[in-house]
């Protein structure tokens, strides 16, 4: 599909240098891409320079949180090694991981809140359009990526209880590092909930993360990364982070809540279950009550617990924190974690051979 370049776009491009700190969203790629939505179909998409956008302030998006987003990264690591030496193997091109999964959960998304769907060409013409023009900045260390930023938002003002007659998609980028923040605690929202059954937490959304803010900024006053959610209905089952699914070690088996229409179906979920089945783990999705995940933790049962998220890929967990303060360590932290980060990222940059068909190049 024909993507405008808009002026600007190659000036923007020759002047973006790469900072030696890119942290995780600090810096921003040098383009952006925009597509809208009128009278009931998709206009022109073109590729802009990165800055500030135009939308009214009565727009739908901004006081009923009528947006829907994706996250996933491109990868362009350099090959080191013998092989390599005078290879020009720097000139491989970049790839992405499980696309088509981003785009499904994107339409999902969008359905949920009943906006329209994003065209699958539309989707991958904003993708790789940014690829393209940023390929010679995708930083090249491992664990390093371009994270790219694809959502939908209704940009039409008023306040009838209704969908936008107006949409907007867009797609912004950041050169990131892997995401890291060593093994933290994570501590036990008893109080608040993120998502009720039925409600829009299956669904990547804005409204999650308002439902999220305080107990995740508690968290973080507290000492610890972030908050872990429990049901709606029980304030007993857990469910998931603010932003990553959740897995516990027990018995030598994975255990991660089953999917239902409050959890978000993580790809680096999915992605971790089939690739602990094929390494030959057995892994359960299922309920999971907290406080028996807690005895297990104290009797040493449940050996190891981590969360996963394309950002982090997965992060180690070094204990879980009550409200009364206790913790709850399990006597291991990161050993099967770092394993499963270790082999999932080496797929993710094509540093071993594929098995499930994940990788799509970028050419
Ligand atoms: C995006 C997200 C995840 C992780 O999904 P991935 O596809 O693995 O990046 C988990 N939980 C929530 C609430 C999310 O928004």
Redesign the pocket.
Known sequence: MRVDVAPGVEKALREFVLPEELGFGAVDAPVMFSAEWRLGQWGPASLLPHGPIGIAPGARALHYGELVFE?LKAYRVSRAGPMAAGARCDQQPPNLFRPD??FR?LQLSARRLSMPEVPEELFFAGLESIIRACADIIPRRSGQSLYLRPFLFGTESGYLLRNSHTFRFMVIANPVEAYASGSPSVAIERRDVRAASGGVGAA?TSA?YAASLRGSSAAVAGGHAVALWLDAAEHRYVQ??????FFAVIDGDLHTPELDTAI?P????DSLIQLARHQGFEVHERRMDIDELLNQISSGRCQEIFA????AIVMPISALADTDARLFRPPQTNVIAARLREDLLAIQERRVPDPFGWVRVVS
């Open positions: 996250g999964q981003n959960r990547k999650n998931e982070l603010s932003g990553m699914n978000l993580g790809v680096t979920r996963c998220g394309t950002g």
